[in-house]
């Protein structure tokens, strides 16, 4: 499993001993090397910073800014700069009184103390909200050398977890009942009491450079273990004694000092290429992942197999039957979606809004799958942080060209002449939904102090990407649409529509579009489990080789399923086929937002009404961009399969 996870996550980073002066984007290695009296070595540093990141909760949406919680802090000292994708996220990276010499052992050092009195407003709110952090299970993220500080701990079957993450404290309540992180320790046993984890014990495990310490080493793991100390003696702390507790009904002033240790362990056996490996590792989910897509292959098998009969066999017989007609008299014998090559490429209703859409479909998916792309290659993986959104963002921006080209072009090969419109609402409907929903949601963070809460100037950045690049090449885009001539069909239009016969009930249209997203569905849910658990419950996301296989197989199922139903209801001589492609295989949104709704309900334990409406106002998004995605796939497969099978037809 470790060369898998290598190959999706440093897939060039092989290359790294022959090819020094080649990296990965934000993934180059550090040496580093002790400290010695006027000695220096080049290109090795001997001070290791940690940096600290917002904490979240599984409980709440809401992420909080490391200094929200009234922690030790570094002062002054210059934030790191972030990109558009942690600015998203809602990351907020920034230094930290921890610093260490690199092999120089520390006990129980002392950071910081901060002193609460109750009897006084400011205290009071800052002592309550670092109780809440508690109460919510939030937890903090701290970094080293690019990497998370994780926290291992055994759990079931003899295995260990590590969790790139750890609480503030834990909470026992009125009844006795320890919560989260409490029942680690029998010591955590007073009733409506808080417990806060105020010291760690950090191991650093670094690997020397090809056997040589005047090369310098290099830092391949950081641990942690949380521990809580009431430290009698708050100026020279021994890290021993009863746990730092706060009870809930306490009044007066409480001093919690924050402290630290660490030692630093060789470990030869363990690579930089690979050091992310262990916290990889520790995520069984890689059996399952196969099983998913094992699940997904034989609905794509099963598919193809009956889109190939109709091919190869049943549309076959049908064209050559057709084509050896010599009378009209044995036209008028015949059925099926022979007799509506008249009617089958009339203008949809609603045509302006379906071109509208498959522009904007056409832009997320080339988004999706040029994004998708390089995080197979190892650019966007998790310690290149943020950088996949940030892709996502700027291909979306870029991409504006393709959606005017593609709406202008369907909408001139409808019969459309409202052109400007066309281009306006190719421009701005679809995205100004998107950003009327997330700037609603942003007004919510920014009324909770979340630091998920866009800052203005960059809201105004993502304003100004749209109207001053997107906008633009949306319309030149439109024009070379328009500019071309429109989509030649290979049959004849009449001028009387044909009268659509009555329909069975698996041929009427809203039995067909249900039925249509269940397969496509059914090959991605096991997928959505562990997106919606890298977004809701703060997990690591890293099988983006996984998530590129699934993307594949559900354009390949969209692609077949809504053939499939297309067929059908041409030979039912329905020739609605437009809209009803598009919202086929784009229903599997429908089914999306219900295991959404189901995931909220049965995994998470979300508490506040805040939270609630930020997890269902970001899903909706999440549907819609979906919608569109899928949509469009089947669209287009419909599209390709019916010019086929009527350019093969002989039309008198």
């Given at each position: 499993m470790?060369?898998?996870?290598r190959?999706?996550?440093f897939?060039?980073c ?13 993934l ?5 090397c ?8 080049p290109?090795c ?21 490391y200094t929200a ?6 002062g002054?000292?210059k ?12 990351e ?15 006990e129980?050092?002392?950071?910081c103390t ?11 709110a800052?002592l309550?909200?670092?109780k809440k ?5 939030y ?6 050398d690019?990497?998370p ?6 759990v ?24 989260d ?5 029998s010591d ?8 806060i ?5 950090i191991?650093i ?6 056997g040589?310490?005047r ?26 004694g009863?746990?730092?507790s ?16 660490v030692?630093?362990?060789e ?14 590792e ?10 998913s ?8 098998l ?5 889109v190939a009969?109709?091919?190869?066999r ?7 039957r057709?084509n050896q ?9 015949e059925f ?20 509208v ?15 998708l792309?390089?995080?197979?290659l190892?650019?966007l993986s ?7 959104m940030t892709c ?7 991409l504006?060209?393709?959606?005017g080209?593609v ?8 019969g ?23 700037f609603l ?12 809460a866009m ?14 690049i997107?906008v ?20 004849r239009?009449?001028?009387?529509p ?5 329909q ?11 039925m249509g997203?269940?397969?496509?569905f ?24 996984f ?15 809504t053939i499939?139903?297309?067929?059908f209801?041409?030979?039912?001589e ?12 784009g229903?599997?949104a ?8 189901h995931?909220?309900?049965?995994k998470?334990?979300?508490t506040?009404?805040?939270s609630?409406i ?16 899928t949509g ?6 419909c599209?390709?399969f ?11």
């Amino acid at each position: 499993m470790g060369v898998l996870h290598r190959y999706m996550i440093f897939l060039l980073c092989g290359a790294l001993h022959s090819a020094t002066s080649f990296y990965l984007p934000g993934l180059a290695p550090v040496s580093f090397c002790e400290q010695e009296k006027d000695k220096e070595v080049p290109d090795c540093k001997s001070t290791i910073e940690l940096f600290v990141n917002r904490l979240d909760s599984v409980e709440s949406v809401l992420p909080y800014e490391y200094t929200a919680f009234d922690f030790c802090s570094s002062g002054t000292e210059k934030r790191p700069s972030e990109n558009l994708g942690q600015v998203l996220f809602g990351e907020r990276i920034e230094p930290s009184p921890y610093k260490f010499s690199f092999k120089k052992k520390v006990e129980c050092k002392h950071v910081c103390t901060k002193s609460y009195d109750t009897n006084k407003a400011e205290d009071k709110a800052n002592l309550d909200f670092l109780k809440k952090g508690m109460l919510l299970n939030y937890q903090h993220h701290w970094i080293v050398d690019n990497m998370p500080v994780t926290w291992c701990y055994d759990v079931e079957d003899n295995q260990k977890f590590c969790n790139p993450g750890f609480p503030i404290g834990c909470y026992v309540t009125e009844t006795g009942r320890p919560k989260d992180a409490c029942v680690v320790n029998s010591d955590f046993n007073d009733k409506d009491t808080f417990y806060i984890f105020n010291h760690v014990d950090i191991t650093i495990h670094y690997h020397v450079v090809d056997g040589d310490e005047r090369a310098g080493a290099r830092l391949v793991a950081a641990k942690m273990e949380p521990k809580s100390f009431k430290h009698t003696k708050v100026d020279t702390p021994d890290c021993t004694g009863a746990p730092m507790s706060l009870n809930n009904k306490f009044t007066g002033e409480i001093k919690i000092p924050y402290t630290y240790s660490v030692q630093f362990v060789e470990d030869p056996n363990i690579r930089w290429a690979s050091r992310w490996d262990y916290i990889l590792e520790s995520m069984p989910h890689t059996n399952i992942q196969w099983f998913s897509i094992m699940n997904s292959l034989v609905i794509v098998l099963f598919l193809s197999g009956m889109v190939a009969m109709i091919m190869l066999r049943t549309l076959h017989k049908d064209i050559a039957r057709y084509n050896q007609m010599d009378s009209v008299e044995d036209a008028q014998e015949e059925f099926g979606w022979k007799l509506v090559h008249g009617d089958v490429f009339r203008p949809p209703r609603k045509g302006m809004l379906l071109s509208v859409f498959l522009g904007s479909g056409t832009q997320i998916f080339i988004m999706t799958f040029v994004t998708l792309f390089f995080a197979c290659l190892g650019f966007l993986s998790p310690a290149n942080r943020g950088a996949l959104m940030t892709c996502a963002v700027v291909l979306w921006v870029l991409l504006g060209t393709p959606a005017g080209y593609v709406a202008a072009r369907f909408y001139k090969s409808f019969g459309g002449e409202k052109w400007k419109t066309n281009v306006l609402l190719t421009a701005f409907l679809c995205p100004g939904v998107v950003f009327a929903d997330f700037f609603l949601m942003n007004l919510i963070l920014w009324g909770e102090g979340s630091s998920a809460a866009m800052p203005f100037g960059t809201l105004v950045a993502i304003l100004a990407l749209w109207f001053c690049i997107s906008v633009p090449l949306t319309f030149i885009g439109a024009y070379f649409g328009f500019k071309k001539a429109a989509i030649e069909h290979p049959v004849r239009t009449n001028q009387i529509p044909r009268q659509i016969p009555e329909q069975s009930f698996y041929t009427k249209p809203l039995p067909g579009i249900i039925m249509g997203g269940i397969l496509p569905f059914g090959c991605i849910f096991i997928q959505l489990f562990f997106i919606l658990n890298s977004i809701w419950s703060h997990q690591m996301y890293y099988m983006f080789g996984f998530l590129f296989l699934v993307f594949i197989i559900l354009v390949i199922t969209c692609s077949e399923a809504t053939i499939l139903l297309c067929y059908f209801h041409l030979c039912a001589e329905d020739y609605h086929w437009q809209w009803r492609s598009f919202l086929t295989s784009g229903f599997t949104a429908a089914y999306f937002l219900v295991y959404a709704i189901h995931y909220f309900f049965s995994k998470l334990q979300i508490t506040g009404l805040a939270s609630t409406i930020l997890y269902f106002g970001y899903t909706m998004i999440m549907a819609l961009i979906f919608f569109l995605f899928t949509g469009t796939i089947g669209f287009f497969a419909c599209f390709w399969f019916v010019t086929k099978i009527y350019s093969v037809v002989k039309v008198d």
